[in-house]
């Protein structure tokens, strides 16, 4: 309850300091990095359940190969997205004086921050935080194609689940965002904690060195609640967003099935007649 209280004070703080329109602050860089980050995730655990990567030798899904998988997909995804993931965290962090919390950096937009940023600190400068992302990406994508994809071998074996395809993902892909919001909301506090600190001339951060010493700060400071603020918007993001994703992913995947059937079909259907 404390959490969802927090979540509405925190919506209608933003609302009334900074305009309704300020709660979709870095909604453009967010839309890029979902676009690197799930198409490098996605495509690469789509080739590998496709080459059996993800399944033991009864073609059933195997959870050290989905962890596996999904982990170093994640990873992939997040270093390819990085850039964008960071001015969003900046651009989301830009509040009224009143309001204001941690380090501000002044952005004016998407283009202008990144071109900022590599003007000060170079091109490294706009993976600047990426190492930490990794550990939420691959605990993060790996509980939510694990979970998905157990879930849905699962609810598949029902007759109901069985004839609706459409219905199985989504009831599974709710699952997946459910275990992944508990899974990734205290590598987001620190990942945004990490990508949001002001930093020195050299680049550095001025309040944490790393993943760990982050972690380790806010042990000591705040306790196992300061890794779980803001967990109900987290939810709130990470719900929806898993739902249409593996809808989507799954939809898309099966149109291009039966294109590549038809297509098949097609070409079969040639060679015969030339024969």
Not at 86 to 103: E, N, R
Not at 249 to 263: A, G, H, N, T, V
Request: proline share 3%; hydrophobic share 40%.
């Amino acid at each position: 309850m404390e959490f969802l209280l927090g979540g509405v004070a925190a919506v209608g703080a933003v609302a009334k300091a900074d305009g309704v329109l300020a709660l979709q602050k870095g909604l453009v860089p967010a839309l890029w990095y979902q676009l690197c980050l799930n198409g490098v995730r996605l495509g690469t655990y789509d080739f590998a359940e496709k080459r059996g990567w993800t399944t033991n030798s009864a073609g059933q899904t195997s959870t050290p190969k989905c962890i596996v998988v999904g982990a170093l997909a994640g990873c992939a995804g997040t270093l390819t997205g990085s850039p964008f993931y960071l001015v969003k965290t900046h651009l989301q962090s830009q509040a009224a004086d009143s309001i204001a919390v941690g380090y501000q950096h002044a952005h004016t937009g998407c283009t202008s921050a990144l071109w900022k940023i590599y003007q000060e600190h170079g091109i490294l400068g706009l993976w600047r935080g990426a190492f930490g992302a990794m550990p939420r990406a691959s605990i993060g994508s790996a509980s939510q194609l694990l979970s998905f994809s157990l879930c849905k071998d699962y609810v598949g074996k029902y007759e109901t689940f069985a004839k609706r395809p459409l219905l199985n993902t989504f009831v599974s892909s709710m699952v997946g965002g459910i275990v992944v919001t508990l899974c990734m909301t205290p590598f987001d506090v620190v990942m945004t904690r990490l990508y949001n600190q002001g930093t020195d001339v050299q680049g550095r951060g001025l309040l944490y060195q790393g993943v760990v010493d982050c972690f380790i700060k806010m042990w000591k400071t705040e306790g196992i609640h300061g890794f779980f603020k803001g967990f109900i918007p987290n939810y709130i993001r990470l719900g929806p967003h898993t739902v249409l994703c593996f809808v989507f992913w799954d939809s898309l995947r099966e149109l291009r099935s039966k294109f590549m059937s038809r297509q098949h079909m097609e070409d079969g259907n040639v060679e015969t007649v030339q024969t």
